[in-house]
């Protein structure tokens, strides 16, 4: 008779756990996946209706208030990343947390460590190098590498009549080498 009274309790728990896990998902991070709709001109994965930071930068994780939690200049409190595996291992824990309040699926947490993994953050030697085959060209290949190097090849190209420009900080992802 008791183990039936357990699982009739357990049963009639099921809307609390369910209420519980939406306002946790809420809090840990917006909305579910399914609710966000609507255009988000920024890519942070934050509808633009809602989007507090509308112009959040490519590499930056997003809260679900559209502003960065690991921002490519560094952490929530402003404090310069330290080494770039840093910025990546904030991210990587941003996009976990995000998945697993059910924020994000799986292709946009891979998505947003490509992008952390292709950027300068937390390195601040390296820049991002468009590197164009011709000056004419609509669009070139992005490079991290130092700002030298891409001065170098800058050189190196205008005897072929390409070039190589210096980007700021950031990621390659999506290419910020286009017209």
Same mark, same amino acid.
């Given at each position: 008779? $008791?183990?039936?009274? %357990? !699982?009739?309790?357990?049963?009639?728990?099921?809307?609390?756990?369910?209420?519980?896990?939406?306002?946790?998902?809420?809090?840990?991070?917006?909305?579910?996946?399914?609710?966000?709709?609507?255009?988000?001109?920024?890519?942070?994965?934050?509808?633009?209706?809602?989007?507090?930071?509308?112009?959040?930068?490519?590499?930056?994780?997003?809260?679900?208030?559209?502003?960065? %939690?690991?921002?490519?200049?560094?952490?929530?409190? +402003?404090?310069?990343?330290?080494?770039?595996?840093?910025?990546?291992?904030?991210?990587?824990?941003?996009?976990? !947390?995000?998945?697993?309040?059910?924020? %994000?699926?799986?292709?946009?947490?891979?998505?947003?460590?490509? $992008?952390?993994?292709?950027?300068?953050?937390?390195?601040?030697?390296?820049?991002?190098?468009?590197?164009?085959?011709?000056?004419?060209?609509?669009? +070139?290949?992005?490079? %991290?590498?130092?700002?030298?190097?891409?001065?170098?090849?800058?050189?190196?190209?205008?005897?072929?009549?390409?070039?190589?420009?210096?980007?700021?900080? +950031?990621?390659?992802?999506?290419?910020?080498?286009?017209?």
């Amino acid at each position: 008779m $008791r183990s039936l009274h %357990i !699982e009739r309790s357990a049963r009639s728990n099921r809307p609390r756990l369910a209420l519980a896990w939406l306002l946790m998902a809420a809090c840990m991070g917006g909305a579910p996946v399914a609710a966000d709709t609507g255009p988000d001109a920024d890519d942070d994965g934050v509808a633009d209706a809602v989007d507090a930071c509308p112009a959040t930068e490519p590499a930056d994780l997003a809260g679900p208030d559209g502003c960065a %939690i690991c921002s490519c200049e560094g952490d929530a409190d +402003g404090t310069a990343w330290s080494s770039h595996k840093e910025y990546v291992a904030c991210v990587r824990e941003g996009a976990r !947390e995000r998945r697993v309040a059910g924020t %994000i699926d799986a292709a946009r947490s891979r998505a947003l460590m490509r $992008r952390a993994r292709n950027s300068t953050c937390g390195n601040a030697a390296l820049v991002r190098c468009c590197v164009f085959a011709l000056f004419d060209d609509e669009s +070139g290949r992005c490079r %991290i590498m130092t700002e030298d190097a891409c001065e170098a090849l800058d050189d190196q190209l205008f005897d072929t009549d390409g070039e190589a420009d210096v980007e700021d900080a +950031g990621s390659c992802l999506p290419n910020p080498c286009t017209f």
